[in-house]
């Protein structure tokens, strides 16, 4: 009866609404811990790897900067486009 009266009641659509939103964040929650655990599990398993890979990757992307720019520096100015 009571159930009928707060969930079925059309003027008390609000408190179904703040019902299905408080089960949402507590399943956020949930999630979010599950996650973070994951995260935390995967990064102390890997993170000397991703450390190493990252390092490789901005010192590749560096350096072809380097000599892009030392190519570029070599070349009239009329050869490059957009450089007036």
Not at 24 to 43: D, E, G, Q
């Amino acid at each position: 009866m009571i159930y009928n009266a707060l969930f079925q009641d059309p003027s008390m659509s609000w408190l179904k609404s703040m019902h299905d939103a408080s089960t949402s964040v507590f399943v956020s929650m949930a999630f979010a811990i599950v996650w973070s655990m994951a995260f935390i599990y995967l990064m102390s398993a890997f993170a000397e790897y991703l450390a190493k890979g990252l390092v490789f990757l901005i010192f590749g992307g560096l350096w072809m900067a380097t000599l892009i720019a030392g190519y570029m520096s070599t070349q009239p100015e009329t050869a490059v486009p957009g450089l007036t």
